[in-house]
């Protein structure tokens, strides 16, 4: 079977052999620090033989057992968490689900309507979950927190606990809320062993970004209907190929050197682009798994995406003729899911009858070739990476060579790829802001007041 290939042809001459081989080295120091679990938050490396592990453990059946009954019970299951406990369930769902899943009628959709909350603090979000609650007849909830106390995902489920136990009460509700966190520690660890709701652990050496292959991504997504256990062996034979010391057969390897190299020539900022609507949030989970591990210490790679062809009519512009110092990584879906004609019209009023009896495929194919001339052509290097079909097979592969690629990345930069410690600013203001009990709170709301009191306060507009 055919793996996940990297096409590097269109990052020359923006770099060549020469570069490439001078970094060879360092991209292998850097792997070896990785796999051997030597650089810097090297106790946060238990996703790397976790797609082995989990494939040999009980705990695929744990997971299918509790799938299984949302599966074939639920109408709607919602999965409350954010970050890390989010992007990885959604990205995955979202990619290989049909495009309208959630408006699919029950016997076609077949698995529980999907919804996400607890990623962001809207009312507005909150109010349409409780109308899917009170809407829908069989609901289940997945609560999914390392800690148990970020706001966002502890504030909806306050709201969404209360709603399920007015639905159902609270015995009932106890065998409908499943929640994902710590072992033995947290908030939600002590809530759950007190209602007596079934857990699942996510691992002390998984951070949140790097979860998506353990139950925080792996519940959700078998829930729907997906097999976990296809997507797990994508994983794992991409983590056998991730150990291979030679760039011609370790794309993540490759990737992590290329986006490296074009860093040092001036490219500061990646675009990740797709050509499939599903897969936007496979961006999104690709940007908080770059861009929280590598932004940090004024270093890292700008992480942005776009959907094509949509954004070509929006950003196609300025990534044509803007600025000189982005380059794109391509996901290019090689095999057609879809073998849909483009219908003849006779009379061609909109003049496109020439590509009448071709695929849609064909055509985002040929889209596909005639933006990477066109970028590279305007400036801008290209990585593509060739992903035989979208399935959770290569799907799998396509997590673990980013995340092995982030690893390798994150040390090349000379950063922790493991740890986010800018992400407490916000918080540490917000808290501070809302009052939140406690004296640095208090010394915090001081510094902040102080701060505002110097900002002019006559520049906004009338
Ligand atoms: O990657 C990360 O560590 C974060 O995105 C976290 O996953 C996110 O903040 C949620 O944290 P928790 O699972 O503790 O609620």
Known sequence: ??????DYSYTYPFIDDKKINSYLDTAFKAMDMLLNRTGRGKD?????DLPEKTLSSGLIGEIEKVSDEIYNNADLLICTGIGGSYLG?????????????????KNERKGPKLIF???????????????EINTNKSVYVNVISKSGTTTEPGIAFRL?????????????SAKRIIATTDANEGALKSLSDKEGYRTFVIPDDVGGRYSVLTPVGLLPISSAGISINELLQGAKDASEFGKIRNIKNNPGLLYALLRNLLLKQGYHTEILINYEPTLHYIN?????????????????????SVDFTSDLHSMGQWIQEGQRFIFGTTLNIMGADSDLKVPSDEGSPDELEYLAGKSYFE???????????AHHDGGVPNIIFNVPELNEYYLG??????????????????????????????????????????????????KIDEKISKIPKDKVTE
């Open 1 to 6: 079977m055919k793996n996940i290939s990297l």
């Open 44 to 48: 946060s490396l238990g996703w790397l």
């Open 89 to 105: 369930a959604k990205a995955v769902t979202d990619a290989l689900l049909h495009p309208f899943y959630n408006s699919l009628p």
């Open 117 to 131: 909350a607890g990623q962001n603090i809207s009312g507005i979000w909150l109010e349409a979950v409780i109308n």
């Open 160 to 172: 969404i606990k209360q709603q399920i136990e007015k639905k159902y009460g609270k015995k009932e």
């Open 284 to 304: 999104e989970w690709w940007k908080q798994l770059f861009g929280e591990s590598e932004g940090k210490n004024n270093k890292g790679i700008f992480p942005a």
């Open 363 to 373: 055509i985002n194919q040929q889209a596909f070739r005639g933006t990477v001339v």
């Open 397 to 446: 592969q396509l997590l673990y060579i980013f995340e092995e690629a982030c690893g390798i990345s994150g040390y090349l930069l000379e950063v922790n790829p493991f740890d986010q410690p800018g992400v407490e600013s916000y918080k540490k203001n917000m808290f501070a802001l809302l009052n939140k009990p406690g004296e640095q709170n208090k010394i915090n709301r001081k």
